[in-house]
């Protein structure tokens, strides 16, 4: 029996097949070597980088790297392993992207779900040329309003300010609106009609049913927004220049200009990329699998 189960399982073995897996190895290895390959550097010495540029395996194992992204090393311990000896305000970098992200996540998802809600179970004049107003707006390149929503910003006396970074992406995208808005039109419109009879006027309906319902994809849509905003770089790198308003993207790139002995910190700074690469890594981890569900649920709406 057993001589048998292998020769069926071998007999199943198609050329196509194995060079499928072998399409897929490929993909998966290519994804996964520059986070190795982070972790490697981050782990090494700066300074026996380039004479063991094609080792795997880190340049004499250090945690020096991280010790320097954290603050806990001296400028001359930072100086003697290739790095800038340059403080680097690490948790307040990080502390203003949590707060940017973390809003910018909240106010996405109860504004595009309100939007949404009425773009898909309100009857009011105008609705679907509206809505197409919206969706055209996807067209539009973002480093198109990047000059008037800076002229708004500073119009309002909001530049190098933490709400300045917010501001242009806090209400509300139109991807957002879309995505809810192909969701609620799965819901039965009979559920609304029940609530009405009941007395329930659209926002409790909103609030008290259709909410509770997507939880699914109002939790994609927030998982969404934050990574968004969380790798955002241009434009709080246009808003933000003082260091009380600065964002982990931003900072990243200015650790990377200091140049100690005629090169970046390139230990360092695969060290504080890797710290910082680290919530989103564990939020794909955790909800990986809900996100790609709800994007292919709403897809085919």
Same mark, same amino acid.
């Given at each position: ?123 009011? &004049? ?5 809505? @197409?107003?919206? %969706?055209? =707006?996807? #067209?539009?390149?973002? +480093?198109?309003? /990047? ?116 090169? &970046? ?5 695969? @060290?504080?990329? %890797?710290? =910082?690469? #680290?919530?989103?890594? +564990?939020?794909? /981890? ?16």
């Amino acid at each position: 029996m057993g001589a048998q189960s292998l020769a069926q399982r071998l007999a199943r073995i198609t050329w196509g097949r194995v060079i499928a897996w072998i399409v897929l190895w490929s993909f998966i290895l290519a994804t996964v070597l520059p986070f190795y390959w982070m972790l490697r550097t981050a782990l090494s010495d700066n300074q026996a980088l380039a004479a063991q540029s094609f080792s795997l395996l880190p340049a004499d194992f250090t945690l020096g790297p991280f010790e320097r992204v954290f603050g806990l090393a001296t400028p001359e311990e930072a100086l003697a392993e290739g790095g800038s000896g340059a403080s680097l305000s690490f948790w307040l970098y990080l502390r203003n992207s949590l707060i940017v992200s973390t809003a910018v996540t909240v106010g996405q998802v109860l504004f595009c779900s309100m939007a949404a809600y009425a773009f898909s179970r309100l009857r009011w &004049p105008g609705r679907d040329a509206w809505f @197409a107003v919206f %969706l055209g =707006a996807l #067209l539009v390149p973002p +480093i198109f309003t /990047a000059l008037p929503n800076f002229l708004t910003v500073k119009s309002v006396g909001l530049l190098n300010t933490l709400p300045g970074i917010m501001l242009p992406s806090l209400f509300m995208t139109p991807f957002a609106i879309f995505f809810m808005r192909q969701f609620f039109l799965g819901i039965p419109r009979e559920i609304d009609e029940a609530a009405m009879i009941d007395g329930a006027r659209p926002w409790r309906i909103f609030f008290r049913i259709i909410l509770p319902i997507s939880a699914a994809p109002v939790t994609t849509l927030g998982i969404l927004t934050f990574i968004s905003s969380w790798n955002d770089y241009f434009w709080p790198l246009l808003v933000g220049q003082t260091e009380e308003s600065k964002v982990l993207t931003v900072a990243l790139g200015i650790f990377r200009s200091q140049t100690p002995q005629g090169a &970046p910190d390139w230990a360092g700074l695969m @060290a504080a990329s %890797l710290v =910082a690469a #680290l919530p989103i890594v +564990i939020l794909y /981890a955790v909800f990986g699998r809900r996100v790609i569900n709800s994007i292919g649920f709403s897809g085919i709406k």
